[in-house]
């Protein structure tokens, strides 16, 4: 098994940038709405704000504002439990778009693993995203150098309900055949997560996001060393039958303090949805301001480095692109695979 050490003591990493105050968009767009008519608000549910879901969708709902929002909508980004609970706020309809883990989304729109008898029909992909990454950390005297040193530790899972919950449940029984009751699990968000290793009540926290991870970023920024668990060949041989959707990541040296060389870890694509009512014409224009700004957004987070517009539908499982999605991707000359087609 591989550990990646990182040391702090450097400068936390700036990840957010001043926003842009015009955006050009490459096409035409709809007519302002009529003065005085009703705004529109369009929720984007995402994460915890230590997290990369928050800090995107704010990023996201401020340029689709400014591009679009003298046309009777309103974006706001929501702070959220994450994966999961997004998906249950689309279903009820108390979100109009969320950033969503595709495993779980795949599993919520076609009812199977933990949505059996729970289906969520109206899911929507609406681009993907960069791969959350798994990143376990550990404080280096929990003495902790393998998967299966997890047993019997304070572990922070991820928030009740989430995605990064499932996930870590997932990876502990398959990398060290580990169940809840072989740890003491702990339901934190990232900030407290991290915030619960620095002061020793936990030994390690699972945060799993686009990296850069601005709760991990900060727990460097103190004196304790901690280590990040990687990922073997075994290892990744081992989730291919247990978590298909697992795909090999490499976190670039340089990407944290005091991290100088690359870390071999493990990721899930993350995807922007929508609901299947919101209009097309709004899906369209939001995926070309996307597209029009994906080099500024980039500078006001990393994370959108990761995103891979040339094949923004690979890793994208289980629930169908709304229909408009399929027109921009079609003209962009992006083929797209019949399992997602409406």
């Known amino acids: 098994m591989g550990i990646g050490r990182l040391r702090s003591g450097l400068a936390a990493l700036g990840i957010l940038a001043a926003v842009s105050a015009a955006l050009v968009v490459t096409t035409e767009l709809p007519a302002a709405a009529p003065a005085g008519a009703a705004e529109r608000l369009l929720t984007i549910a995402t994460g915890s704000r230590g997290g990369t879901y928050f800090p995107v969708g704010e990023i996201l709902a401020r340029h689709f504002n400014a591009a679009l929002g003298n046309r009777g909508f309103r974006w706001s980004a929501r702070p959220s439990g994450g994966t999961a609970e997004n998906l249950e706020l689309l279903k009820k309809g108390d979100a109009a778009m969320a950033i969503a883990m595709a495993n779980l989304t795949g ?29 376990f950390v550990c404080r280096a005297d929990a003495n902790i150098r393998t998967w299966s040193d997890l047993r019997g530790k304070r572990i922070a899972v991820g928030p009740p309900g989430s995605g990064t919950e499932f996930s870590s449940g997932v990876l502990l029984q398959a990398l060290a055949g580990l169940s809840w009751g072989d740890i003491i699990p702990l339901r934190l968000g990232y900030d407290e997560g991290a915030q619960a290793l620095r002061e020793g009540r936990i030994d390690a926290f699972n945060a799993e996001a686009g990296i850069p991870t601005k709760a991990v970023a900060e727990l460097l920024e103190t004196p304790e060393e901690v280590i990040l668990l990687e990922f073997s060949e075994e290892d990744m041989a081992r989730l291919a039958d247990a978590a298909p959707f697992y795909a090999r990541v490499v976190i670039p040296g340089g990407t944290y303090p005091g991290q100088a060389e690359p870390l071999s870890v493990a990721g899930i694509r993350s995807a922007l949805l929508a609901d299947e009512s919101l209009p097309e014409n709004v899906v369209y224009d939001m995926l070309t301001v996307i597209y029009a700004r994906k080099e500024a957004m980039a500078k006001e987070h990393a994370a ?6 040339d094949t923004p539908l690979a890793g994208l499982y289980g629930a169908p692109l709304h229909p408009v999605a399929v027109r921009f991707f079609t003209e962009k000359g992006v083929r797209i695979p019949p399992e997602l087609l409406p």
């Open 107 to 135: 599993f919520a729109a076609t009812g199977t693993v933990r949505y059996q008898g729970n289906r969520i029909p109206n899911l929507r992909y609406v681009l993907g995203l960069w791969p959350d990454v798994t990143q």
């Open 304 to 309: 959108f480095t990761k995103v891979d517009y």
